[in-house]
């Protein structure tokens, strides 16, 4: 029998996985204090971030989202971004890393990965300071001005990743970034290309030079730029939806992007979930998702667990029950 370790690389390598790699199993969440420093509301509540971001966790919601009303807009005005967005130096806050690396220490000796989550990426950064049209407008408007904000922000994501692996030396980094709508990229794929797809290449760069598996969150339709994924350093995209087509995404991909996702959340994980609707998808996805390896059923949000109470645990027992008929 395979560790879960073991199982999980045969699963990325198309290889002999003896089961399926179950959700967040084999990769438990490490919550570093960069986390909440970039990050810093609870649910239920709102908070402004270090950057003038003001968040909001609203009941019953997977994350944040920003404020982005007239007296709360960060940046009005992308020609002049210097002039309102003031990025954290990462190399001047103090942090106590002191319970982060007790919790990575106890994952390790349980023989599983360890795992840090770095939302904001840098479209979701973009368009928390200046508002979504703004920052969509600016890609046509101000393209000079956003390559630089892009950069920016770039620079201060790769200190906090540096300064994760110099403290945790995780095997796993999930940048969180959602590039499209369920049914559609935000942008052409060529204005994607033109904007992130280089930035993102250094991250990744940065982050498999360091030894970690690149993780990409993306609860979203990205197939257009799927092989664009490979080419920039990703293993795997978590969130893949079941609005992409997740085995046309394989083979496109020549099976070297690891596909993490494929449960439809508004079937299963909503206030008047059953039982019997849980397990009739965690059965489809197994089902149509399971030939040819590179797939890992969860749930598409960035993290593990649910909104809902119970509908995570029931989804894991039926992958368990799922792998003994496709794995024996």
Same mark, same amino acid.
């Given at each position: 029998?395979?560790?879960?370790?073991?199982? =999980? #690389?045969?699963?990325?390598?198309?290889?002999?996985?003896?089961?399926?790699?179950?959700?967040?199993?084999? =990769?438990?969440?490490?919550?570093?204090?960069? @986390?909440? =420093?970039?990050?810093?509301? %609870?649910?239920?509540?709102?908070?402004?971030?270090? &950057?003038?971001?003001?968040?909001?966790?609203?009941?019953?919601?997977?994350?944040?989202?920003?404020?982005?009303?007239?007296?709360?807009?960060?940046?009005?005005?992308?020609?002049?971004?210097? +002039?309102?967005?003031?990025?954290?130096?990462?190399?001047?806050?103090?942090?106590?890393?002191?319970?982060?690396?007790?919790?990575?220490?106890? =994952?390790?000796?349980?023989?599983?990965?360890?795992?840090?989550?770095?939302?904001?990426?840098?479209?979701?950064?973009? &368009?928390?300071?200046?508002?979504?049209?703004?920052?969509?407008?600016?890609?046509?408007?101000?393209?000079?001005?956003?390559?630089?904000?892009?950069? %920016?922000?770039?620079?201060?994501?790769?200190? !906090?990743?540096?300064?994760?692996?110099?403290?945790?030396?995780?095997?796993?980094?999930?940048? &969180?970034?959602?590039?499209?709508?369920?049914?559609?990229? @935000?942008?052409?794929?060529?204005?994607?290309?033109?904007?992130?797809?280089?930035?993102?290449?250094? *991250? #990744?760069?940065? *982050? +498999?030079?360091?030894?970690? *598996?690149?993780? &990409?969150?993306?609860?979203?339709?990205? !197939?257009? /730029?799927?092989?664009?994924?490979?080419?920039?350093?990703?293993? *795997?995209?978590?969130?893949?939806?079941?609005?992409?087509?997740? !085995?046309?995404?394989?083979?496109?991909?020549? #099976?070297?992007?690891?596909?993490?996702?494929? /449960?439809?959340?508004?079937?299963?994980?909503?206030?008047?979930?059953?039982?019997? +609707?849980?397990?009739?998808?965690?059965?489809?996805?197994?089902?149509?998702?399971?030939?040819?390896?590179?797939?890992?059923?969860?749930?598409?949000?960035?993290?593990?667990?649910?909104?809902?109470?119970?509908?995570?645990?029931?989804?894991?027992?039926?992958?368990?029950? !799922?792998?003994?008929? #496709?794995?024996?």
């Amino acid at each position: 029998m395979l560790t879960l370790k073991e199982n =999980f #690389y045969e699963t990325w390598r198309s290889g002999k996985p003896d089961a399926f790699v179950n959700s967040w199993e084999v =990769f438990p969440q490490v919550w570093d204090p960069v @986390f909440f =420093f970039m990050s810093p509301v %609870a649910p239920g509540g709102t908070a402004v971030t270090p &950057h003038g971001i003001t968040l909001e966790w609203r009941a019953d919601e997977p994350g944040v989202m920003p404020i982005t009303t007239p007296d709360k807009l960060v940046c009005p005005d992308a020609a002049e971004w210097k +002039k309102y967005v003031k990025l954290p130096d990462m190399s001047t806050v103090e942090l106590d890393w002191t319970a982060a690396k007790a919790q990575a220490e106890a =994952f390790r000796a349980q023989d599983k990965f360890v795992m840090c989550w770095m939302p904001t990426g840098l479209f979701e950064t973009c &368009h928390f300071l200046l508002g979504f049209e703004g920052a969509l407008c600016a890609f046509y408007e101000e393209p000079e001005a956003m390559h630089e904000l892009i950069a %920016a922000i770039k620079e201060m994501k790769m200190a !906090q990743i540096k300064l994760i692996k110099e403290n945790i030396n995780p095997d796993v980094l999930m940048f &969180h970034d959602d590039w499209g709508s369920k049914t559609n990229l @935000f942008m052409a794929p060529d204005m994607w290309r033109e904007f992130f797809k280089e930035p993102y290449r250094e *991250i #990744y760069s940065l *982050i +498999k030079g360091e030894g970690m *598996i690149a993780m &990409h969150h993306a609860d979203s339709y990205c !197939q257009p /730029i799927a092989r664009d994924m490979v080419e920039i350093g990703i293993d *795997i995209w978590e969130g893949v939806l079941p609005s992409n087509d997740i !085995q046309q995404i394989k083979k496109d991909t020549d #099976y070297k992007l690891l596909l993490m996702g494929g /449960i439809e959340a508004s079937v299963v994980d909503v206030p008047d979930w059953t039982e019997e +609707k849980v397990r009739a998808e965690v059965q489809r996805a197994c089902r149509e998702y399971s030939e040819g390896g590179c797939f890992i059923p969860c749930l598409t949000y960035g993290g593990e667990g649910s909104i809902f109470p119970g509908v995570n645990d029931c989804i894991m027992d039926e992958i368990r029950k !799922q792998s003994k008929i #496709y794995f024996g």
